[in-house]
């Protein structure tokens, strides 16, 4: 039984009882808990269900690296799935509920798969779902989806919200433990900026509990002194709950805080995600111990020998009260003397090694605790939990020696230190024969872009097991990485007594020999259901690679990512293909250590902080006016201003009919406004433009194209010749920073010579367009200081002046085929001059138009739209845009493109307008279909509908489209059919739909 | 003439820190080739002191942040910048040179706090260097703000400006905000 012992637990609060709920049951524990060892306390032994077997599974570690005890925590809008119960610090009102089972986590039906085991080997999914293919739908979905899978995605939204925290700084130290507390030291005193993180709430790591004296302290003692000393260095900053959760090139890595985790009815972000920029990284972040692969070793009970006394020493849990302790190492010897002086009983130490000569061996016989050297276990027997272990010799095939009764079994299979954050930027490792495990290779560190060693590991992460080694170890790397910043250090490490300790030895499967249906019942991974018989299946069936195994058995795979299993299962994976371990190698090591929130990742950018929306000067009154928005880049654009109880689309022919007949307004702020100057600047226009800018005269307007270079037209706009060296090039409202980019990359590259400065003073100025027949006179009600007389102002020009007492420059442009005036005015009066428009225009009924209206107008006028009519593949020739082409000029960008043999081709798609024969209106982007098929079996086709609109001023539907020599075909009818395969046929037109001779703009 | 308005129209609000519209404020964007000595007797004339790489020079009444190479900002009064343009290219009217107001097209925060809550704010959204070594008082950093260009620079320890694009200046606003909340408090910075 597990239980709560009457006394001690270093990290509990036994004056502060906390209650929580399990599976909706009530349950207490105390203050500093986590929720494992509370219910461990109430002898909550069983904890989870396994993936594919639904095997009733309890917690076996006490940390990061727990593969069973996964819990979905919270409920509605703070969920979090495959929370670890031993990382999980208790507060009063926690919510857990276990996973994966039903109905219950006592009674699950899915654990029939156990039964099934046979039916479910290695490679499982790859075997069985090619075949038949109707059981996808009907059996494999429905069924084997529901019963495999942990925790379930949270179904609300979270109501928490995270946050970024970037640090430059010289030294990050991960890991609190007394290697990364001494290394820190090292850095700190040497004179480096550190900032040290520490995954749990507690310094010191796993020495309180095992117990090292260190300059002569206790070890508790020695880390309340090094904190205090660390807290009081200005250059020193320390964060505990702040996981390493991963390194990247240059320096670069992703710390992890938990904030309110622990303390939800805080304030502030629950988690804050650390972009840290170090010069130097130092991985403090120990060792995990490994399990010991036996028949029944997944039962409830078997636990990592380490995390059964980090239970009594920090939290006064006992998991059982007769313990089995089992290992191939010294270490766990400490465990049987914590059970020991926890006054609980130790019936044997089974130590699968022939001798045991090692100073704690001896302790432990000196306790009177039965030490069987050469001795395993066969198996762990019990129902749900553990009741028996059969022991037998370990160079043996599972011969029962004796039976033990005993409700919990400690095993250690040694240690492996934490590579992870090492090999994330490139570490390597070598095979460690004395220890039996991958430890970093120093001399194949990661290494920044001018070859510097950038991470470099302290203490048990090293693979330096004893305290001594360890403390000597993170000195020394502390020193390291100062020096590599320019620092000088010296200094002795902390002193701690050495350790006489017998070597570990390399135990994979237990017993030796164990036939197929111990090695069946052997778990390697706990969290994936993978057996040694699985990954042995693997290797007969010719899995070499490691990473390849890994996939096919799922060994290591999931929350967990095999922090306990990895190197138990290469090991096994080596022996059955008769090489040796550093032949076969890890799988891959990736961040994040443990699993990160997707929230946290997202930082600030939730809810309205999503993504920025860029809001025009006017943007405030179409909000309060009622605009429908559409995206248009990142700005919201007005599509329509609907009228209470109207309609988008009445609204949009509101727009357009009134524009027509009277006068529009409307809010062309985003447009791309880019100045051009300087003595080439007119060369440099030209070059970007497909027509000539430079003979453009001051005071004029004129329509121009840009390309690619691979001649597919960009980008189009009103360019304005402002004085002798000033340009100003009007941009699509997309388009104005990547053109402007472009620009400047040109200049930067290509024409670095050449004279020219650019700025993008699209943000300075507001834009109005005044439009339609009534568009002068509402100017005319304004004070101007300039002439706006037909021919004052002519088409295609432009003046500057004051307009209505605000600094104005009018372009008489036209984008809807209307008299129009585009009126740019500083943006900080950009609102005024709007309410300016519009008590100007009241007696016109003058309207505000959306982009909708803008689009109908201009499709009707047949002018083309970027991203409309182009798509990436069209050639301003496409567009009948010849007129637009200088044949004058030596080059521009994307001439020598146009007259490659495909764009030149007669057969392309050309722009033509598209009349419906009943007047209806064309679906956006249908195909015309051709005569015959494709090699595919698909209808050939012969065109695209690229524009389609309801023309409410000729009250029918009117198209644009890219046709097979469309120009060549007026009058031809082809059919462009519905989705649903029914006919609709279209007559090739012009499409110059409305005011063909361009009279309504030129009054 | 109406009343100049900001896309944040003078708000401000007080968490970790306080975070204010400035106000109109006078921008000049010049480019030029601060190696020409044609360029530098110009500015000599009309008494603008080019600031080093990253920096920032003031001026009587001016403050001039360096940009980029070929590059500065001028902030002046609002009512100035026109003027100031205009009498940077007629200084330079025989060099290649591009002076322009562009005093609206940003938006100004005035952002004040105590001791490294500007900091500790800022780095919540930017990834710039903050450390006081590295941004010191007197250097402008160009940088980004979540998903948003800015730079921005300190006058004190517990002053600073910082200028975005106006069409983003309420989501800068509200970013600032929401990092500025009460209970987020870093500690970081001191």
Not at chain 1, 449 to 454: P, R
Not at chain 1, 455 to 465: C, D, F, M, P, Q
Not at chain 1, 549 to 570: E, P, W
């Amino acid at each position: 039984m597990s239980h709560r012992l009457s006394s001690g637990g270093r990290l509990i609060n036994r004056a502060n009882p906390v209650s929580f709920a399990f599976n909706g049951r009530t349950m207490r524990g105390f203050e500093g808990d986590t929720l494992a060892s509370a219910l461990l306390g109430e002898d909550q032994m069983l904890m989870g269900r396994s993936f594919k077997y639904h095997r009733p599974r309890g917690v076996v570690a006490s940390g990061a690296e727990e593969p069973n005890a996964l819990v979905g925590l919270g409920r509605d809008h703070s969920y979090e799935p495959n929370a670890r119960a031993t990382t999980t610090e208790l507060f009063e009102g926690l919510e857990a509920e276990t996973q994966n089972h039903w109905p219950s986590l006592e009674f699950d039906i899915g654990a029939i798969n156990a039964r099934l085991s046979r039916f479910l080997p290695a490679g499982f999914y790859y075997k069985m779902f090619l075949w038949p293919r109707s059981f996808w739908k009907h059996v494999y979905e429905p069924f084997i989806r529901e019963s495999a899978g942990l925790g379930k995605p949270p179904k609300r939204r979270d109501k928490d919200h995270y946050e970024h925290f970037n640090v430059t700084t010289d030294v990050l130290v991960v890991g609190g433990g007394i290697a990364g507390l001494t290394a820190a030291m090292a850095a700190g005193e040497a004179g480096s900026q550190v900032l040290l993180v520490e995954q749990t709430a507690h310094w010191g790591g796993r020495a309180p509990v095992d117990g090292p004296q260190i300059d002569d302290m206790a070890p508790n003692a020695w880390v309340t002194q090094v904190v205090s000393a660390l807290q009081a260095m200005p250059n020193v900053e320390m964060r505990n709950r702040c996981m390493g959760a991963g390194v990247y090139d240059h320096g670069y890595a992703l710390l992890s805080e938990r904030i309110s985790d622990h303390a939800p009815d805080k304030a502030g972000p629950r988690q804050r995600l650390w972009k840290v920029r170090a010069a130097q990284i130092i991985t403090a972040t120990g060792a995990i111990e490994r399990p010991l692969s036996f028949a029944g070793n997944d039962l409830p009970g078997v636990m990592l020998a380490s995390a059964v006394r980090d239970y009594i020493v920090n939290f006064g849990v006992a998991p059982g009260k007769r313990t089995v302790v089992v290992t191939n190492n010294d270490d766990a010897y400490r465990t049987a003397l914590t059970l020991k002086a926890a006054g609980l009983e130790v019936p044997a130490i089974l130590d699968a090694r022939e001798d045991a000569t090692g100073a704690l061996d001896e302790d432990a016989r000196a306790a009177g605790i039965r030490v069987i050297t050469g001795r395993g276990i066969a198996s762990v027997i019990g129902k749900g939990r553990v009741e028996v272990v059969h022991v037998c010799a370990q160079d043996s095939d599972g011969a029962d020696y004796e039976a033990i009764e005993a409700d919990c079994v400690a095993m250690s299979g040694g240690w492996s230190p934490v590579v992870h954050l090492w090999s994330h930027a490139g570490g390597k490792l070598t095979w460690d024969e004395a220890d039996a495990h991958f430890r970093p290779d120093p001399d194949r560190a990661p290494k920044g872009a001018s070859g510097e060693v950038f991470v470099r590991t302290a203490g048990t992460a090293s693979g330096a097991l004893t305290t001594e080694d360890a403390l000597v170890d993170a000195n020394r790397t502390g020193q390291a990485a100062a020096m590599a910043l320019g620092h000088k250090a010296r200094g002795p490490a902390p002193r701690a007594e050495p350790e006489s300790r017998q070597v570990t030895a390399p135990i994979w499967l237990m017993p030796e020999n164990a036939p197929y249906e111990k090695r069946a019942k052997s778990w390697l991974d706990f969290q994936n259901d993978v057996k040694v018989s699985d990954v042995e299946l693997a290797a007969q069936e010719g899995y070499e690679s490691v990473e390849h195994t890994k996939r096919y058995t799922t060994l290591g795979m999931a929350t967990d990512q095999g922090k306990l299993s990895n190197i138990n299962g290469l090991a096994v994976l080596a022996k059955s293909l008769g090489v040796a371990i550093p032949d076969v190698g890890t799988t891959t090591f990736r961040p994040p250590y443990t699993p990160v929130p997707l929230g946290a990742i997202s930082g600030e950018a939730q809810g309205a902080l999503f993504q920025p929306i860029r809001k025009t000067p006017i943007h405030d009154w179409h909000e309060a006016n009622g605009a429908h928005f559409e995206p248009v880049g990142q700005w919201r654009r007005p599509y329509a201003f609907p009228k209470s109880g109207e309609s988008v689309e009445d609204a949009v022919a509101r727009e357009v009919t009134t524009t027509r007949q009277s006068v529009g307004l409307l809010d062309a702020s985003t447009l791309g406004k880019l100045i051009v100057k300087g003595p080439d600047a007119g060369r440099f226009l030209d070059m970007l433009y497909t027509n000539m800018m430079s003979t453009l005269k001051v005071g004029k307007c004129r329509y121009g194209l840009m390309c690619s270079e691979n001649g597919f037209l960009i980008d189009d706009g009103v360019v304005a010749r402002i004085d002798e060296h000033t340009w100003l090039c009007h941009t699509t409202s997309g388009g104005a920073d990547s053109i402007h980019g472009a620009m400047e990359e040109w200049l930067q590259t290509e024409w670095w010579d050449w004279k020219v400065y650019v700025a993008n003073v699209t943000e300075q100025f507001a834009q109005i367009g005044v439009v339609g027949p009534k568009a002068r006179e509402v100017l005319d009600a304004v004070s101007a200081s300039f002439d706006l007389s037909k021919d004052g102002l002519p088409f295609m020009g432009w003046v500057e002046g004051s307009l209505g007492g605000i600094p104005a420059r009018v372009f008489r442009i036209s984008f809807s085929g209307e008299l129009s005036y585009e009126i740019a005015v500083p943006a900080n009066h950009g609102r005024a001059f709007w309410d300016m428009m519009l008590e100007a225009g009241n007696p016109h009924g003058i309207t505000p138009y959306g982009t909708e209206a803008l689009h109908i107008m201009r499709a009707e006028k047949g002018f083309i739209m970027i991203g409309d009519e182009t798509d990436g593949t069209v050639i301003p020739q496409d567009l009948g845009l010849n007129w637009a082409i200088s044949k004058k000029k030596d080059d521009y960008l994307g001439k020598r493109a146009q007259m490659r043999s495909h764009m030149t081709d007669p057969l392309r798609w050309k722009l033509v307008g598209l009349e419906t024969l009943d007047g209806s209106v064309l679906p956006d982007g249908a195909y015309a279909v051709d005569e015959g098929d494709t090699v595919n079996g698909q209808r050939n086709t012969q065109g695209r509908v690229t524009s389609s609109y309801h023309s409410p001023t000729l009250g029918r539907g009117i198209a644009m489209g890219l046709v097979e020599r469309g120009p060549d075909r007026m009058g031809e009818v082809v059919n462009f059919p519905a989705l649903d395969g029914s006919p609709q046929e279209a007559r090739i037109v012009s499409p110059v739909f409305y005011d063909p001779d361009g009279e309504k703009q030129n009054v | 003439m109406s009343d100049p308005v900001t896309a944040l129209d003078g708000q401000s609000i007080t968490g970790q820190i306080t975070i204010a519209d400035a106000g109109p404020t006078g921008m000049v964007t010049l480019r030029a080739n601060f190696a020409s000595a044609t360029v530098m007797t110009g500015l000599v004339d009309v008494g603008l002191v080019v600031p080093d790489a990253n920096q920032i020079a003031s001026g009587d009444g001016t403050t001039t942040l360096w940009m980029s190479p070929d590059e500065v900002m001028i902030l002046c009064d609002y009512d100035d910048a026109e003027a100031q343009a205009q009498s940077l290219g007629d200084a330079l009217a025989s060099a290649h040179a591009l002076a322009i107001n562009v005093s609206d097209a940003r938006c100004v925060f005035r952002l004040t706090g105590q001791g490294g809550a500007i900091r500790d704010v800022l780095a919540k959204l930017s990834p710039a260097d903050l450390r006081p070594s590295a941004l010191p008082v007197g250097m402008v950093r160009r940088t980004r703000l979540a998903q948003v260009p800015v730079a921005f620079w300190f006058s004190s320890d517990t002053d600073a400006t910082l200028i975005c694009f106006r069409s983003v200046g309420g989501y800068v606003f509200d970013l600032l905000s929401k990092v500025s909340e009460p209970g987020s408090a870093v500690g970081y910075f001191g």
